[in-house]
């Protein structure tokens, strides 16, 4: 009985021990913490708990060492993450019983909120459309510098050529075995082409005739549909894999083609390509215009061609001082970067291999690290500032479920399908001209339902119905303002 009461009580002691170095721990865990809220990300949006950059947090009170892992919101940001690491390094020692630190820096796995589970772009982070409207700028010089900018800066990288009738990615980057063949992992899709660890999709791989250079006329010859479709097969039939970032290069202009593109691809952010004639920049202020409307917030604006610097150290302006600060005032646009006129670019487009890798003009390749760096930062604010986006899903026991979330709060509307579908706004139920409905809400039927629910891109929902309409398109501001409008009325009046 003896022994086992001298047993009973070490066990006894051996757990009030533990239980008190778990509090401990805890308490001491919550000193930390309190130190790290001290400190700031570096681009405003608050210190790096709050934002959920420390990860795995751990105290060893015995030891007096505290490890924990930061997450970097990207790659292409390590010395943001650095100076965060060095920072929480500097606050925990404040602590006295702090005798050794261990802070690891991280990133976590891409991932696409809006992209479907087993879609292509699932694991894509952030899309950058490059655009211009206006053709001959550089657009694609720029897309192809900005994409092995942010891969040089340690991103995971791939790049799309979105230009149909003009591929230029065959020429700008010419890998060696640049023939297009089946995924190995994924039925019925296609692998990338790999040049310098980007992954690279072009129409000129797919028809090496319709490359620029190659003779052929293959990309000049299809009608506008047909180019829709070949633009979503490249875009939804290729195996990117894990990416931080896909860059887009888009083709000028504003019609069909960069609608699909915008439905098919939630774009993050847009880079607009300019040139300093004022043509270009009325042009400019279209392509700006078409972002807003399709939610898609303008990252930069880089105006190419902007000057020469002569033999004699001297810096021209041939096309004048160009509309930057035009922009700057107009759409308080904070990041425009100027490109000189240089040899060296046109010479590296035509070579096959990028001119950020070249080391022809170390000046000029700091000028496309800021621009990577500065659209690697616009995107992390952008994630954080978005406003979330409304839901709408149909329950065949409720009907049309619309939500809304904020930070802090939610709303939900419960509407009849028939009300969804009488709110349509498309040209066969509202006349573009006098605003008037076409169409009689008493012949939609009681029974009407979806049979399919699509979000389009970032601003919208795209509902085809069981009698047969197919163009319904609700964006969020319309759905926001629907889920207002039914949140306010009594319950009994919400269905």
């Known amino acids: 009985m003896l022994r086992w009461g001298a047993t009973r009580s070490v066990l006894l002691a051996s757990r009030s021990q533990r239980a008190l170095s778990t509090r401990q721990a805890a308490q001491l865990e919550t000193q930390v ?98 655009s211009s409207c206006k053709g001959g700028v550089g657009k694609s010089t720029v897309a192809v510098n900005l994409a092995f900018s942010l891969a040089k800066r340690g991103a995971r990288v791939g790049i799309l050529d979105a230009d149909i009738y003009g591929p230029s990615l065959p020429t700008m980057v010419s890998p060696e075995g640049c023939s297009i063949r089946p995924s190995k992992k994924v039925k019925n899709f296609v692998e990338p082409v790999e040049y310098e660890g980007v992954k690279c999709m072009s129409f000129g791989f797919v028809n090496q005739r319709a490359a620029p250079g190659a003779g052929g006329v293959g990309a000049a010859v299809m009608r506008g549909p047909m180019v829709s479709k070949l633009i979503d097969q490249l875009v939804l039939g290729t195996e990117w894999g894990d990416l931080d970032y896909l860059v887009v290069d888009m083709p000028p202009g504003t019609g069909d083609i960069q609608m699909s593109l915008s439905q098919q ?109 500065t659209v690697a930062k616009e995107l992390v604010v952008l994630k954080h500032n978005v406003r979330l986006a409304p839901e709408l899903l149909y329950d065949r026991n409720r009907g049309i479920v619309l939500r809304l979330y904020s930070l802090n709060a939610a709303k939900e509307a419960v509407l009849h399908p028939a009300d969804l579908r009488a709110r349509c706004r498309c040209a066969q139920c509202i006349d573009e001209f006098t605003g008037e409905q076409i169409l009689d809400p008493a012949t939609i039927p009681d029974d009407i339902r979806p049979t399919a629910v699509e979000r389009k891109g970032n601003y919208a929902f795209a509902v085809t119905w069981s009698d047969g309409h197919s163009s319904s398109l609700y964006t969020y501001d319309s759905l926001t303002a629907l889920i207002t409008e039914y949140t306010s009325k009594p319950d009994e009046q919400q269905q």
């Open 265 to 373: 691809m939630a774009i993050s952010a847009a880079v607009v390509v300019t040139t300093p004639q004022k043509l270009s920049f009325v042009d400019v202020e279209k392509g700006i215009a078409m972002f807003e409307d399709l939610k898609v917030k303008t990252a930069a604006v880089v105006e190419n061609m902007s000057y020469f610097d002569c033999s004699h150290g001297h810096r021209h302006y041939p096309f004048g001082p160009g509309h930057t600060q035009e922009l700057v005032d107009k759409y308080n646009m904070k990041n425009v970067f100027k490109l000189p006129i240089s040899e060296q670019f046109s010479s590296s487009g035509d070579s096959g291999r990028p001119f950020v890798l070249s080391g022809l003009s170390p000046e000029q390749e700091k000028t496309y690290d800021s621009l990577a760096t």
């Open 33 to 130: 913490l309190e130190k790290l809220r001290g400190v700031s990300d570096g681009l405003g949006l608050g210190d790096i708990v709050s934002l959920g950059r420390v990860k795995e947090l751990r105290v060893t009170p015995e030891a007096g060492k505290v490890s924990c892992k930061i997450e970097t919101p990207s790659p292409a940001l390590k010395e943001l993450a650095q100076q965060w690491q060095q920072g929480a390094e500097l606050a925990v020692k404040k602590l006295e019983w702090v005798k050794a630190t261990d802070f690891e820096i991280t990133t976590s796995r891409p991932r696409n909120a809006r992209a479907g589970r087993f879609s292509s772009l699932a694991h894509v982070s952030d899309i950058i459309a490059v």
